[in-house]
């Protein structure tokens, strides 16, 4: 009598346990859901398979615990679910098959989902550089790949971090204006962002070169194009001479005088040497000139701009004054 009421007693547990199983989510070994891949553009396909021994229901798909799709469900059926939106990063895809004893569902598959990537975006160089270019890129959200080429030639292929700043290479300019190109891409998307650069001419590899047509004045240091500054040049009527130049002679001057704090002294080249000029690169107590011809041949510049630049350029650097 014991023994039986024992074996009433097991049974009931194993009943009971087997439907704690159903109504807690147990996994279903014919259930399955898939997808053709890891990685997705913006939203993925899924399969739901269930087999012949599975019941009639229904299927719940479940992202990261969040259910996205219910679909009815015979035994045998397999069910395609097409564009299934998800936000970008890794998920969790879960079936769950509910019947009238419970819900049971299949094991997890984890995928990925990526947006097209944000085009990058070149810090250096600006529109105009050197013969020798150091190439730095800004790169824009789901890009996990840059690969950089100039005027069609590849240079740089290589994994990258979003948001980050990445040099890709130091690229070797001919003269001329050259198509840099940046393509990129994560596993599903590309895209490609493309941009002019101009190389400078100049004659010597370290050098000042001042383009009266554009107001602006290049330091050129072994190749390549440290910086740009906005200028101002002389009148129309006391132009600045377009010539060849050594800076030969450089003073602090007064901060509020017409010189502004620094001056560098333009020599000319003659057939003997270079002759001691009136000329000079030099600030300015009017800033608002800059970028107009309103000096008596000199170049002038921003106050802080002489600042940055007196320092950079050491006596006997070569200038270049053209149109």
């Known amino acids: 009598m014991i023994l039986r009421r024992n074996a009433v007693i097991v049974a009931l547990l194993v009943v009971c346990a087997t439907a704690a199983v159903l109504l807690s989510g147990g996994s279903a070994t014919a259930l399955d859901v898939s997808s053709d891949a890891y990685d997705h553009l913006v939203a993925a396909d899924l399969t739901i398979t269930l087999s012949s021994d599975d019941p009639t229901g229904t299927v719940l798909v479940v992202v990261d615990g969040t259910v996205r799709?219910?679909?009815?469900?015979?035994?045998?059926?397999?069910?395609?679910?097409?564009?299934?939106?998800?936000?970008?990063?890794?998920?969790?895809?879960?079936?769950?098959?509910?019947?009238?004893?419970?819900?049971?569902?299949?094991?997890?598959?984890?995928?990925?989902?990526?947006?097209?990537?944000?085009?990058?975006?070149?810090?250096?160089?600006?529109?105009?550089?050197?013969?020798?270019?150091?190439?730095?890129?800004?790169?824009?959200?789901?890009?996990?790949?840059?690969?950089?080429?100039?005027?069609?030639?590849?240079?740089?292929?290589?994994?990258?971090t979003p948001g980050s700043l990445a040099t890709m290479s130091v690229a070797s300019l001919g003269p001329g204006t050259h198509t840099f190109e940046f393509v990129a891409s994560n596993p599903v998307a590309q895209t490609t962002a493309t941009f002019k650069v101009t190389r400078l001419d100049y004659p010597w590899p370290t050098c000042v070169v001042v383009d009266k047509s554009d107001f602006r004045l290049y330091l050129v240091k072994d190749g390549f194009l440290v910086k740009t500054y906005p200028i101002a040049i002389g009148k129309p009527n006391t132009p600045t001479p377009e010539r060849v130049w050594r800076i030969d002679a450089k003073y602090y001057t007064d901060p509020s005088g017409v010189y502004g704090p620094r001056k560098m002294r333009l020599f000319q080249r003659t057939s003997w040497g270079y002759a001691y000029t009136a000329y000079a690169i030099h600030g300015t107590n009017e800033p608002w000139v800059i970028g107009t011809m309103a000096s008596h041949g000199c170049i002038r510049l921003e106050n802080s701009d002489i600042i940055d630049l007196f320092p950079q350029v050491p006596l006997g650097t070569m200038c270049l004054t053209r149109e």
């Open 69 to 160: 799709s219910v679909q009815p469900a015979l035994p045998g059926q397999v069910i395609s679910l097409e564009s299934v939106g998800m936000p970008k990063g890794e998920h969790d895809v879960v079936a769950a098959l509910r019947t009238t004893d419970g819900i049971v569902h299949s094991e997890a598959l984890r995928l990925a989902v990526w947006e097209a990537p944000v085009p990058p975006v070149m810090v250096t160089p600006g529109a105009y550089s050197g013969s020798v270019v150091p190439v730095t890129v800004r790169i824009g959200a789901d890009t996990s790949r840059i690969r950089f080429s100039v005027d069609g030639k590849l240079v740089a292929d290589r994994a990258v």
